[in-house]
């Protein structure tokens, strides 16, 4: 595992040196069935399946023994009806299938009754259902009321559908279609956010591009990452980019931020410049952003002391930074401080890792370049190598993806492949095993990211999967529990 002091220490030196459609949330409280009746969206709600009823009893009404659900669709077709055995602490879940949009109607009933007698028994409690629009994007509440006992009442909420997410070394970020965004981990969630179209997650510095193409940054500030021209740490409150404006992308990395800015794509970039990675030859770093050696790019990536871009005109990529494994592909493992031609032509994304790269050509092949000793360039073997080599056993990529020592690819198709460094489970295929080849994690995806220690997929089905790493809760399960597995993300 990539670890959070080790990090900050290798940084520390370099520096010195140089929901969801469909989703509802039913809870019971106390002697009366509660939920959000506030209409905030997505708290507590879990993303396991495209849609679910999530139901928790901390205290039960008098007498209940069994909690009888019902949900069904506009048409009258039903989408789940089931029975639960009521207890202290009681909680669980209802899965509606594929349902993603339209109508529900909601019901309930409640019995003093065991589930096994309920056939044929008349319910202590029944509900009126109540119906509601799912709508993507916002908070759509419902609210049940019980006709038998006036005393006891439910509500129901849908969460905001994630358009996008953005993995940190130890956080992971959520944007939703409303503009809002969730930050778990390490770094603090801001406030004050909003019109939010990207992310960008680093090791103690987060970044948002808002529709307007202003960038607001927020965290640590130790070598000007939030790019206001100071060293001011602000740990919740963002604070806007300095002279930025028309941003199209942003990336985010151990002490450094940067924005490809419209109409050219310019790459500007500000903060720590390790050995060189802002390709400048001067190994300062910078307050406020900077042009990058006058590059226009069409993808970028920041990684361990590395900045790699992929140039607009050739659409070869271009590396910069520390090249002790050779991983600025070009060649040898001599620093260049001006930047290195990495060898790939053309391509149409990149990553970076700790000590390693990865692109992506425009026919979906992938090529791996650098630190080889986890098996992270997915060649089989531990081989560093300082020149880009294909990575055989791999088709039609569309996104690419590095943790610290491993890396992960989604095809067109959907498929998710990792391989590489595995020790807290970032391969994710069950195991803590070191994978020196891809290995099938899951399908269905259709954006993956990855952080240090963790990845996480948005599916097809607009449920969130994640493994790795955990110590700070970002697989978003709401534990601290590392995971060897793909698992659902509660929001």
């Known amino acids: 595992r990539v670890g959070r002091a080790d990090v900050r220490k290798w940084m520390e030196s370099k520096m010195r040196t140089s929901v969801l459609c469909g989703?509802?949330?039913?809870?019971?409280?106390?002697?009366?069935?509660?939920?959000?009746?506030?209409?905030?969206?997505?708290?507590?709600?879990?993303v396991g399946s495209v849609s679910e009823v999530n139901l928790g009893l901390t205290a039960l009404p008098s007498g209940v023994q069994?909690?009888?659900?019902?949900?069904?669709?506009?048409?009258?077709?039903?989408?789940?009806?089931?029975?639960?055995?009521a207890s202290a602490n009681w909680t669980a879940t209802v899965g509606l299938g594929s349902f993603t949009k339209g109508t529900v109607s909601v019901g309930a009933n409640a019995y003093n009754v065991a589930c096994t007698a309920i056939a044929g028994a008349t319910p202590t409690w029944t509900a009126d259902a109540a119906s509601a629009e799912v709508t993507p994007g916002r908070p759509n509440p419902v609210t049940l009321n019980f006709r038998q006992n006036l005393g006891v009442n439910a509500s129901a909420n849908f969460a905001p559908t994630v358009v996008d997410l953005a993995l940190g070394d130890y956080s992971t970020g959520l944007v939703f279609a409303d503009g809002t965004v969730k930050v778990v981990g390490f770094i603090a969630q801001p406030t004050g956010l909003s019109s939010v179209a990207e992310l960008a997650v680093g090791y103690s510095h987060a970044c948002a591009r808002k529709n307007d193409g202003t960038v607001w940054c927020w965290g640590s500030n130790d070598f000007g990452e939030l790019g206001n021209g100071t060293t001011t740490a602000s740990a919740t409150t963002p604070v806007r980019v300095t002279g930025i404006t028309g941003a199209t992308h942003i990336a985010a990395g151990n002490g450094n931020t940067c924005a490809m800015v419209a109409p050219n794509n310019d790459l500007m970039c500000w903060g720590g410049d390790y050995l060189g990675s802002f390709m400048d030859g001067l190994n300062d770093s910078r307050l406020t952003p900077l042009s990058v050696a006058g590059n226009q790019v069409t993808q970028m990536a920041l990684g361990g002391g590395n900045l790699c871009l992929i140039n607009k005109y050739s659409l070869g990529v271009i590396c910069g930074g520390e090249n002790r494994n050779g991983e600025?592909?070009?060649?040898?493992?001599?620093?260049?401080?001006?930047g290195a031609a990495a060898g790939v032509l053309p391509a149409k994304a990149i990553t970076i890792g700790l000590?390693?790269?990865?692109?992506?050509?425009?026919?979906?092949?992938?090529?791996?370049?650098?630190?080889?000793?986890?098996?992270?360039?997915?060649?089989?073997?531990?081989?560093?190598?300082?020149?880009?080599?294909?990575?055989?056993?791999?088709t039609g990529v569309e996104e690419i993806g590095a943790t610290g020592a491993g890396t992960c690819a989604r095809t067109a198709a959907g498929s998710v492949y990792c391989w590489g460094g595995n020790l807290d489970g970032e391969v994710g295929d069950g195991t803590n095993t070191r994978r020196l080849s891809p290995v099938l994690v899951l399908t269905g995806s259709k954006k993956l990211r990855a952080g240090a220690n963790h990845v996480c997929s948005?599916?097809?089905?607009?449920?969130?999967?994640?493994?790795?790493?955990?110590?700070?809760?970002?697989?978003?399960?709401?534990t601290s529990t590392t995971s060897v597995l793909p698992i659902p993300a509660k929001l």
């Open 328 to 338: 600025l592909g070009s060649g040898t493992t001599t620093a260049s401080p001006y």
């Open 458 to 478: 948005l599916q097809a089905d607009s449920s969130i999967k994640c493994w790795g790493f955990n110590g700070y809760g970002e697989l978003l399960d709401g």
């Open 66 to 85: 069994c909690l009888q659900v019902a949900i069904t669709s506009s048409g009258g077709a039903t989408l789940a009806s089931q029975t639960f055995t």
């Open 355 to 394: 000590q390693h790269a990865c692109a992506v050509d425009p026919t979906g092949n992938v090529r791996c370049w650098g630190n080889n000793s986890g098996g992270q360039l997915g060649l089989n073997n531990q081989t560093d190598s300082s020149v880009p080599v294909q990575v055989s056993s791999l």
């Open 23 to 46: 989703l509802v949330l039913v809870q019971a409280l106390g002697g009366a069935l509660l939920g959000c009746g506030s209409g905030e969206g997505g708290a507590n709600s879990d």
